[in-house]
Protein backbone atom coordinates (compact mmCIF):
# COMPACT_ATOMS: atom_id res chain seq x y z
CA UNK A 1 0.00 0.00 0.00
CA UNK A 2 1.14 3.50 -0.68
CA UNK A 3 2.21 5.97 1.48
CA UNK A 4 3.17 9.63 1.35
CA UNK A 5 3.98 11.34 4.36
CA UNK A 6 5.09 14.89 4.81
CA UNK A 7 7.32 16.60 7.20
CA UNK A 8 9.04 20.11 7.75
CA UNK A 9 6.15 22.58 7.65
CA UNK A 10 6.22 25.17 10.26
CA UNK A 11 5.76 28.90 10.87
CA UNK A 12 8.49 31.24 9.06
CA UNK A 13 8.75 34.95 8.35
CA UNK A 14 8.51 36.03 5.04
CA UNK A 15 12.19 36.10 3.27
CA UNK A 16 12.54 33.01 5.43
CA UNK A 17 13.15 29.33 3.95
CA UNK A 18 11.86 25.69 4.52
CA UNK A 19 12.34 22.31 2.99
CA UNK A 20 9.49 19.91 3.54
CA UNK A 21 9.77 16.55 3.21
CA UNK A 22 7.45 13.87 1.45
CA UNK A 23 8.82 10.17 2.52
CA UNK A 24 7.36 7.35 0.42
CA UNK A 25 6.57 4.17 0.94
CA UNK A 26 4.40 0.93 -0.60
CA UNK A 27 6.50 0.52 -4.03
CA UNK A 28 9.03 1.59 -6.09
CA UNK A 29 8.44 4.87 -7.78
CA UNK A 30 10.85 4.32 -10.67
CA UNK A 31 8.12 4.88 -13.16
CA UNK A 32 5.91 7.73 -11.41
CA UNK A 33 5.67 11.24 -10.72
CA UNK A 34 6.00 13.14 -7.56
CA UNK A 35 4.22 16.07 -6.68
CA UNK A 36 3.94 18.98 -4.13
CA UNK A 37 0.34 20.78 -4.27
CA UNK A 38 -0.64 23.41 -1.45
CA UNK A 39 -4.83 24.90 -0.54
CA UNK A 40 -5.24 27.99 1.23
CA UNK A 41 -8.06 28.83 3.40
CA UNK A 42 -11.01 29.24 1.40
CA UNK A 43 -9.50 28.41 -2.07
CA UNK A 44 -8.97 25.20 -3.72
CA UNK A 45 -5.81 23.02 -3.65
CA UNK A 46 -3.12 24.11 -6.68
CA UNK A 47 -0.30 22.46 -8.20
CA UNK A 48 2.70 23.58 -6.83
CA UNK A 49 5.88 21.45 -8.48
CA UNK A 50 6.15 18.14 -9.84
CA UNK A 51 8.75 15.49 -10.50
CA UNK A 52 9.45 12.61 -12.72
CA UNK A 53 11.43 10.05 -10.56
CA UNK A 54 12.82 8.32 -13.25
CA UNK A 55 15.07 10.65 -14.83
CA UNK A 56 14.15 13.66 -12.43
CA UNK A 57 13.09 16.24 -14.60
CA UNK A 58 10.98 18.97 -12.78
CA UNK A 59 8.13 21.28 -13.98
CA UNK A 60 7.12 24.62 -11.54
CA UNK A 61 3.65 26.94 -10.90
CA UNK A 62 5.18 29.85 -12.40
CA UNK A 63 3.70 31.78 -8.69
CA UNK A 64 7.10 29.60 -7.01
CA UNK A 65 9.65 29.41 -10.16
CA UNK A 66 12.49 30.56 -9.46
CA UNK A 67 12.25 30.58 -5.54
CA UNK A 68 11.27 26.89 -4.85
CA UNK A 69 12.98 23.58 -6.42
CA UNK A 70 11.59 20.07 -5.98
CA UNK A 71 14.15 16.96 -5.88
CA UNK A 72 13.98 13.50 -5.37
CA UNK A 73 16.36 11.01 -2.99
CA UNK A 74 16.43 7.38 -4.53
CA UNK A 75 18.33 6.04 -1.64
CA UNK A 76 15.38 7.28 0.95
CA UNK A 77 12.77 7.65 -1.79
CA UNK A 78 11.97 10.71 -0.52
CA UNK A 79 10.84 14.05 -2.26
CA UNK A 80 11.98 17.22 -0.79
CA UNK A 81 10.77 20.27 -1.60
CA UNK A 82 13.00 23.76 -0.82
CA UNK A 83 11.27 27.16 -0.57
CA UNK A 84 13.36 30.27 -0.54
CA UNK A 85 12.26 33.62 -0.47
CA UNK A 86 8.80 32.96 1.27
CA UNK A 87 5.92 35.15 1.03
CA UNK A 88 2.63 35.40 3.21
CA UNK A 89 1.04 34.28 -0.23
CA UNK A 90 2.78 30.88 0.41
CA UNK A 91 0.38 29.98 3.38
CA UNK A 92 -0.88 27.00 3.09
CA UNK A 93 -1.48 23.34 3.32
CA UNK A 94 0.97 21.58 1.64
CA UNK A 95 0.52 17.90 -0.01
CA UNK A 96 2.56 15.24 -1.59
CA UNK A 97 1.06 13.47 -4.35
CA UNK A 98 1.85 10.80 -6.45
CA UNK A 99 0.81 9.31 -9.51
CA UNK A 100 0.52 5.61 -10.57
CA UNK A 101 3.03 3.34 -12.52
CA UNK A 102 1.22 4.61 -15.61
CA UNK A 103 0.83 8.00 -15.95
CA UNK A 104 -2.52 9.58 -16.56
CA UNK A 105 -3.82 12.66 -18.15
CA UNK A 106 -7.20 13.75 -17.36
CA UNK A 107 -9.28 16.95 -17.91
CA UNK A 108 -7.08 19.06 -14.99
CA UNK A 109 -3.43 17.05 -16.60
CA UNK A 110 -1.62 14.93 -14.52
CA UNK A 111 -3.82 12.77 -12.33
CA UNK A 112 -2.61 11.17 -8.86
CA UNK A 113 -3.56 8.53 -7.45
CA UNK A 114 -2.08 9.05 -4.16
CA UNK A 115 -1.76 11.84 -1.30
CA UNK A 116 -0.52 12.40 1.88
CA UNK A 117 -2.46 14.34 4.80
CA UNK A 118 -0.29 17.28 4.24
CA UNK A 119 1.86 19.67 6.37
CA UNK A 120 1.32 23.24 7.18
CA UNK A 121 3.07 26.50 6.21
CA UNK A 122 2.56 29.68 7.15
CA UNK A 123 4.62 32.28 6.86
CA UNK A 124 4.15 35.72 8.47
CA UNK A 125 4.78 39.24 7.19
Known amino acids: QVQLVESGGGLVQAGDSLRLSCAAS????????LGWFRQAPGKEREFVAR????????YYADSVKGRFTISRDNAKNTVYLQMNSLKPEDTAVYYC??????????????????WGHGTQVTVSS
Open 51 to 58: IRWSDGST
Open 97 to 114: AATGAILRIGPAGIEYDY
Open 26 to 33: GRTFSRHT
